[in-house]
């Protein structure tokens, strides 16, 4: 009986201490895949181009930050992004992203293609900005910057681009720029997925909603149990079909782990008993999720068909069953670069010498048009030396031949009729003829213009002036002496100026007129035609008007 008791305590005892080992493994399990990496993502949409507007970016942008949030990741969203803002989240991302396991970059908007390098558009870009390619290269944002970002971090990264619509450009650039996206060459540890295949432009989608791409995209993420592989294959097949073969997104490059944006959650499995035979402990055997597991990658890294692919089945796999084709592969590959290599570099010489010499004969015609229109600066130069000249001679002539009528006539008569419109009328003594008026009294000669001279001047300028003065073909006019001054200014009676507008003389000012009487060279006498006309000392600095006079020979 006691035995029995006691075989009956050994059996319980073992049997409870078998269920904590199974419980303690459980909790273990669950602790382990409740271990999720940490996530982040740069999701972009630009729209509002000035040039170029695209409908729905930013609705594809929102969808896109909603789902990956609920997936677990952290999302720096931007939306219409200029160039400094675009850079801004750039470098934001790629500082913040060393501090996680998994990456993601989102861009919805315009994408164009140079030279093979894609370029994302910030939407302060302006068509009238642009000359050729370039000045593309100066404003917009190069995706190796992401890029190079992105693999400096160390994680597994997932690039998404949405940027394969029509390029708004391609008027301007078409030397250089080609439609849709390039193909890049994909660093280890990273996933492409484009909209559509390089070289083709995908649609922007119906007024107010998702592009077709986002919908689709957004639709296989928030499906559990997909691994990355099977989402972009599954989005490819679904836009390819939605769009009659018109748009066919593709993907490159394989991570260095499994990823699933929505895991299956393992259900902890029911704790069995022991029975009493003994655990035989199971022969080790490849599964044949492990082969399928093994099959997809390997179709993925032909796919890809890049080195770096190759490397990293190898790492995955080790001993897998395309070991050898891999390596093989990795050597050909290696050997086709080399020669590309060599390739680009002959092409790029050829390049930055065709640009030498282009800049160079740009150079020559600058200099060229440059010295043909000093050229002709100078041909006009002369030309108008040469006119001024024949002007100088043909006046010094008219006055020549009028100072030999004059002489020849012994009178003055001729040469007044000469100028004269017609004799208006004689008063005090004065003869009014169409541009001057003549004393026949003093026989003095003064102009009817009381302001000829236009302008202020100080007493020698003003001599100097009216010894130069040519005026209706004479050339010996001076500055009056003040008793001249006084004689013309008592013709005109208590108020000369008043009277003087009145006669027929012009702008005769109610102000001082410089004589040619001087005192120590600092003071001139000046006569105001104003109240009777009186004689004030002034400076010789502040002369107000100049009324030239000459002597009729």
């Known amino acids: 009986m006691h035995r029995i008791f006691f075989l009956l305590l050994v059996c319980l005892l073992t049997a409870i201490s078998v269920v904590n080992a199974a419980e303690e493994r459980s909790i273990s399990i669950r602790k382990k895949g409740a271990s999720v990496e ?12 000035p040039d170029a507007p695209l409908k729905n970016p930013i609705n594809d942008v929102d969808a896109m930050a909603k789902s990956l949030r609920e997936t677990g990741f952290d999302v720096i969203t931007r939306k219409n992004a200029d160039r400094k803002n675009m850079f801004s989240a750039i470098k934001e991302f790629g500082q913040k992203l060393k501090k996680y396991d998994v990456g993601l970059f989102y861009y919805a908007g315009h994408g164009v293609q140079i030279d093979s390098a894609n370029f994302f558009l910030p939407v302060d870009l302006r068509s009238s900005d642009l000359q050729d390619g370039d000045d593309l290269r100066r404003d917009a944002v190069p995706l190796n910057e992401l890029m190079d970002r992105m693999r400096d971090s160390g994680t597994n990264n997932i690039v998404i681009l949405d940027a394969c619509r029509d390029n708004p450009f391609m008027a301007k650039l078409s030397r250089s720029a080609t439609r849709g996206l390039a193909k890049v060459v994909t ?3 990273t996933s492409i997925l484009y909209s559509t295949d390089p070289g083709n432009t995908a649609s922007d989608g119906s007024s107010g909603e998702n592009g077709v791409f986002t919908i689709r995209l957004v639709e296989s993420i928030q ?5 990355l592989v099977d989402v972009m294959r599954e989005v490819s097949v679904a836009v390819n079909r939605d769009t009659n073969g018109a748009q066919r997104p593709v993907f490159d490059g394989v991570l260095s782990s499994k990823f699933y944006f929505k895991a299956v959650e393992p259900s902890p499995s029911p704790i069995a008993l022991p029975a009493a035979s003994p655990i035989v402990p199971p022969t080790p055997s ?18 890809t068909n890049t ?3 190759y490397k990293a089945y190898l790492k995955k796999f080790p001993a897998g069953d395309f070991v050898d084709v891999a390596v093989e592969k990795i050597q ?4 086709a670069k080399s020669r590309t290599d060599v390739a680009a570099k002959a092409e790029l010489a050829r390049k930055e010498q065709e640009t030498a010499e282009q800049s160079r004969l740009a150079k020559e015609r600058i200099d060229q048009e440059r010295r043909l229109k000093e050229i002709e600066a ?26 030999a009528k004059a002489v020849e006539a012994n009178t003055v008569s001729p040469m007044l009729n000469f100028y004269k419109k017609d004799f208006e009328y004689e008063s005090n003594g004065l003869e009014y003829y169409k541009d001057v008026v003549v004393d026949t009294k003093t026989n003095l000669m003064w102009p009817r213009n009381g302001d000829i001279a236009e302008k202020k001047m100080e007493k020698d300028d003003a001599r100097v002036w009216a010894e130069k003065l040519n005026y209706v073909g004479f050339s010996d006019w001076r500055l009056p002496t003040i008793e001249e001054l006084e004689m013309l200014s008592k013709k005109g009676g208590r108020r000369p100026s008043a009277w003087f507008n009145s006669k027929g003389f012009r702008n005769v000012k109610d102000s001082s007129y410089a004589s040619s009487f001087e005192l120590n060279n600092m003071y001139t006498k000046t006569l105001d035609m104003y109240n009777g006309g009186s004689e004030k000392w002034i400076p010789k600095t502040k002369v107000n008007y100049v009324w030239p006079v000459r002597e009729v020979r």
């Not at 940490?38 to 181009?49: E, F, P, T």
């Not at 499906?223 to 691994?227: C, I, N, R, S, W």
């Not at 002007?391 to 002539?397: A, F, I, Q, T």
């Open 332 to 335: 050909i590959l290696e050997q």
């Open 307 to 309: 080195i770096s692919a």
């Open 223 to 227: 499906k559990e149990g997909l691994e």
């Open 38 to 49: 940490r996530r982040l993502a740069l999701v972009i949409g630009n729209g509002s181009y």
């Open 378 to 403: 100078k041909a006009l130069q002369a030309e108008e030396r040469a006119r001024l000249i024949e002007e100088r001679v043909n006046k010094s002539n008219r006055n020549f031949e009028l100072q």
């Open 187 to 189: 660093p280890a540890s």
């Open 286 to 303: 490849v599964s044949a999720d492990s082969q399928a597991i093994e099959l997809r990658y390997w179709e993925s890294a032909e796919r």
